[in-house]
């Protein structure tokens, strides 16, 4: 079973790799805050029309949950506005990675005391090693990425406290991302699977409504006339897969190990997409550090997935 629901976390990865490609392409023809919005508003959509159709929880239990239990989709909100403001000063490797870290050390502490409705899963030497594989891994994507991508050199012309504040803030985007998996399962485990997904999706479309008019001035770009293609439109279907995926998985697998096979599908996905320029990104040519980044997280997971199975 652990297995299984493995393979279907890092499956949750895999959707949110290409959900950041999609909106990206979108955010060119608008800007970055509306196609985030958009991708919410549809996901959102789509998510209540599935709880329509094979939704067997109950909405109306919404009223016995606690406010921490609502704001799931808060958490990824945010995430996606340090994302888009890490970006341009830390370069991408580095800003994914960072934010990673902040995932995986927020999944282990947020295990370790079982917190956010989790099951309290104890530290052993095996989820240790793991952990530092995943880490190390994370580093070497970072170090291929810096070889292929040359950001040491912009870097280097940004001041240092700017640099300082947005590493900070990715890690912290990193801990609430972590935070949103278990936040989405435990509200699930009130009003069900897809109702909690179609709810965090609101939320995140709320929290985007008031960053799109500050960022337009007060205005939303039309979408008329800019070239969007209608498979600019459907990120939101891949964050709804990619949600419920992580909900579905997170009470089996805890925080940490959830968090690290999603890290696999998203790292495999993002090299991927990257090799051969998919989804209209660049094309990054793939280098032994990425490769062998990869191989270690894998190693790492195996590890995580071993103490959780002993």
């Known amino acids: 079973m652990t297995i299984f629901m493995s393979i279907l976390a890092i499956l949750s990865g895999l959707c949110f790799a290409i959900q950041g490609p999609v909106n990206t392409a979108l955010g060119k023809r608008t800007d970055v805050f509306q196609a985030t919005m958009i991708s919410?508003?549809?996901?959102?959509?789509?998510?209540?029309?599935?709880?329509f159709i094979i939704g067997k929880g109950d909405i109306s239990c919404l009223r016995m949950a606690k406010f921490w239990?609502?704001?799931?989709?808060?958490?990824?909100?945010?995430?996606?506005?340090?994302?888009?403001?890490?970006?341009?000063?830390?370069?991408?490797?580095?800003?994914?990675?960072?934010?990673?870290?902040?995932?995986?050390?927020?999944g282990v502490f947020i295990d370790a005391f079982g917190l956010l409705g989790t099951v309290k899963v104890e530290i052993s030497i095996w989820r240790i090693i793991g952990i530092i594989l995943v880490?190390?891994?994370?580093?070497?994507?970072?170090?291929?990425?810096?070889?292929?991508?040359?950001?040491?050199?912009?870097?280097?012309?940004?001041?240092?406290f700017i640099v300082f504040l947005m590493l900070i803030l990715s890690f912290v985007a990193g801990i609430l991302g972590a935070m949103q998996s278990p936040t989405n399962a435990s509200l699930?485990?009130?009003?069900?699977?897809?109702?909690?997904?179609?709810?965090?999706?609101?939320?995140?479309?709320?929290?985007?409504?008031?960053?799109?008019?500050i960022a337009g001035k007060g205005k939303l770009k039309k979408l008329t006339n800019v070239g969007i293609k209608p498979w600019m439109l459907?990120?939101?279907?891949?964050?709804?897969?990619?949600?419920?995926?992580?909900?579905f998985t997170v009470m089996k697998l805890g925080t940490a190990l959830q968090v690290a096979c999603g890290m696999v599908g998203q790292l495999s996905g993002g090299i991927l997409i990257d090799s051969f320029g998919l989804i209209q990104t660049p094309k990054v040519k793939i280098n032994i550090l990425r490769f062998l980044g990869l191989l270690v997280i894998l190693s790492g997971v195996v590890f995580v997935t071993l103490a959780a199975m002993l």
């Open 234 to 247: 459907i990120g939101g279907l891949y964050g709804v897969g990619g949600i419920f995926l992580s909900l």
């Open 135 to 160: 880490a190390a891994g994370i580093f070497l994507i970072y170090f291929g990425s810096s070889k292929n991508q040359s950001e040491e050199k912009s870097k280097s012309k940004r001041s240092q």
């Open 69 to 106: 239990q609502l704001i799931g989709g808060f958490y990824g909100a945010v995430n996606v506005s340090v994302i888009i403001a890490a970006i341009p000063v830390l370069g991408a490797a580095l800003a994914l990675s960072i934010i990673m870290l902040g995932q995986l050390f927020a």
């Open 40 to 51: 919410f508003c549809g996901g959102a959509l789509t998510s209540l029309l599935l709880v």
């Open 188 to 213: 699930a485990s009130l009003v069900g699977n897809w109702e909690s997904t179609f709810i965090s999706f609101v939320v995140g479309f709320i929290v985007m409504i008031p960053l799109c008019l």
